[in-house]
T-cell receptor
Framework: ETGVTQSPTHLIKTRGQQVTLRCSSQ?????VSWYQQALGQGPQFIFQ???????GRGNFPPRFSGLQFPNYSSELNVNALELDDSALYLC???????????????FGQGTRLTVV | RKEVEQDPGPFNVPEGATVAFNCTYS??????FFWYRQDCRKEPKLLMS???SGNEDGRFTAQLNRASQYISLLIRDSKLSDSATYLC???????????FGKGTHLIIQP
């Protein structure tokens, strides 16, 4: 058990709708990052939050947005859902790294999103 | 060129055998390296960090070759429970996030 929890575990949405996924980080971890994992692929970095601000972003469009709260929990919001957004969405928490080093990241069990 | 490349397998290996996976990465500025394992329809779990000097954790040994931009994982005396997908992960530091390979699928056969 990593102590990272995500909700919901499964979700079905219709194309064009909006979705919010939630994540509680492991105790002592103040950095949260989100990943998208399509079937048969490795996880792809969406963005990272530290001290309630986005401080890193992967190659995802602006309709993917997020929040981090004072208790370090986080949300991932996706607007205007597309069929290709169907994937496992993973949240990871970690201690903050340095400019040159990433610390170990621990993942929640993920939210499996299906867009129909 | 893909950022992190792994042989997808599957590797079918008899129980008790030694198996080795390799991974190459394209970003020479990468600073942090990890191996994760992922069971079917589960989240990735940290197996071990990879240090420049190499490191060992029980039956698992990881090596890093910065000059060749190459990471390896060796599993000795493989167990049925080692069956999983092994993900090679690199990071550039700071807020760059982790870059994952597609994973190598390992099947340990009794």
């Amino acid at each position: 058990e990593t102590g990272v929890t995500q909700s919901p575990t499964h979700l079905i949405k219709t194309r064009g709708q909006q979705v919010t996924l939630r994540c509680s980080s492991q105790s002592g971890h103040n950095t949260v990052s989100w990943y998208q994992q399509a079937l048969g692929q490795g996880p792809q970095f969406i963005f990272q939050y530290y001290r309630e601000e986005e401080n890193g972003r992967g190659n995802f469009p602006p309709r993917f947005s997020g929040l981090q709260f004072p208790n370090y929990s986080s949300e991932l919001n996706v607007n205007a859902l597309e069929l290709d957004d169907s994937a496992l969405y993973l949240c990871a928490s970690s201690r903050p790294g340095t400019e040159k080093m990433n610390t170990e990241a621990f993942f929640g069990q993920g939210t499996r999103l299906t867009v129909v | 060129r893909k950022e992190v490349e792994q042989d997808p397998g599957p590797f079918n290996v008899p129980e008790g055998a030694t198996v080795a996976f390799n991974c190459t990465y394209s970003n020479s500025a990468s600073q942090s390296f990890f191996w994760y394992r992922q069971d079917c329809r589960k989240e990735p779990k940290l197996l071990m960090s990879v240090y420049s000097s190499g490191n060992e954790d029980g039956r698992f040994t990881a090596q890093l070759n910065r000059a060749s931009q190459y990471i390896s994982l060796l599993i000795r005396d493989s167990k049925l429970s080692d069956s999983a997908t092994y993900l090679c992960v690199v990071a550039g530091g700071g807020a760059d996030g982790l870059t994952f390979g597609k994973g190598t699928h390992l099947i340990i056969q009794p």
